[in-house]
T-cell receptor, first 114, second 112 residues
Framework: ETGVTQSPTHLIKTRGQQVTLRCSSQ?????VSWYQQALGQGPQFIFQ???????GRGNFPPRFSGLQFPNYSSELNVNALELDDSALYLC?????????????FGSGTQLSVL | GQQLNQSPQSMFIQEGEDVSMNCTSS?????WLWYKQDPGEGPVLLIA?????ELTSNGRLTAQFGITRKDSFLNISASIPSDVGIYFC????????????FGKGITLSVRP
C-alpha cells in the first residue's frame, strides 16, 4: 500500500471522446508524475507536476494535459481519444528533490478505447 | 520513446533456483532502479543504485550498477512462488526529480 490512490480503476471510452483520470498523492508528497503503460511495455513518462505547474514532459501530444491542485492531487486529461491510447495510466507521487527510490506508484487506471 | 533493453521477455525457473536478469542502455544513467509489478498493481521498488560499480542487496535480491553506467543486473536467489511477476529496470539521467526511463520488463514464472 503506497498511499497513492487513482480513480477510476477501469474505464471504457470510444474513439474521439475525452477522459479525465484522477490521482491523490501520498501524504506529504508535493510532486506528481504520470506514466502510460501499454500492454507488454514498460511505463512511459507523460509529464510531471510540481507546485501546480507542469515540470517536465515526455514525448506525448498536447491532447494529453494535466492539472495539479493545491492539495497536490492531480488530474490527467486526454482529448480526442485514439485507439492507441488504450493503456494502464499510472500516477506516481514524490517529494520534490527526492530521487527515484522515493517515487511511489498507484495501482493505475486501465483505459480501453473502442 | 527510449526504453532500456531487457531480454528475454519471459523466464521460467524452478522454485529454489537462482535467476539473473540484466538491463542495458546505449546511454548513461546516473541512477538505476529495479521494480516488480504484480497484475493489477503499479510497480513497486525493489532496489535503487546510485554509483557505478555499486552492489546492493535487499534480502534474496542483489543488484549491481554497471561500471560503464550503461547497464545493471538483478539477481534473485533461492526463488519462491511469490517471486512471480514482471521485473522492470529503470534509469534516471538527471537530478532527483527527473523522469524514469523503463525497460519492457521480464515476466518471471516460478514452477513449484
Amino acid at each position: 500500500e503506497t498511499g497513492v490512490t487513482q480513480s477510476p480503476t477501469h474505464l471504457i471510452k470510444t474513439r474521439g471522446q475525452q477522459v479525465t483520470l484522477r490521482c491523490s498523492s501520498q501524504s506529504g508528497h508535493n510532486t506528481v508524475s504520470w506514466y502510460q503503460q501499454a500492454l507488454g511495455q514498460g511505463p512511459q513518462f507523460i509529464f510531471q507536476y510540481y507546485r501546480e505547474e507542469e515540470n517536465g514532459r515526455g514525448n506525448f501530444p498536447p491532447r494529453f494535459s494535466g492539472l495539479q491542485f493545491p492539495n497536490y492531487s492531480s488530474e490527467l486529461n486526454v482529448n480526442a481519444l485514439e485507439l492507441d491510447d488504450s493503456a494502464l495510466y499510472l500516477c506516481a507521487s514524490s517529494l520534490s528533490g527526492a530521487r527515484g527510490e522515493k517515487l511511489f506508484f498507484g495501482s493505475g487506471t486501465q483505459l480501453s478505447v473502442l | 520513446g527510449q526504453q532500456l533493453n531487457q531480454s528475454p521477455q519471459s523466464m521460467f525457473i524452478q522454485e529454489g533456483e537462482d535467476v539473473s536478469m540484466n538491463c542495458t542502455s546505449s546511454s548513461i544513467f546516473n541512477t538505476w532502479l529495479w521494480y516488480k509489478q504484480d497484475p493489477g498493481e503499479g510497480p513497486v521498488l525493489l532496489i535503487a543504485l546510485y554509483k557505478a560499480g555499486e552492489l546492493t542487496s535487499n534480502g534474496r535480491l542483489t543488484a549491481q550498477f554497471g561500471i560503464t553506467r550503461k547497464d545493471s543486473f538483478l539477481n534473485i536467489s533461492a526463488s519462491i512462488p511469490s517471486d512471480v511477476g514482471i521485473y522492470f529496470c529503470a534509469g534516471q539521467k538527471g537530478g532527483a526529480n527527473s523522469k524514469l526511463t523503463f525497460g519492457k520488463g521480464i515476466t518471471l514464472s516460478v514452477r513449484p
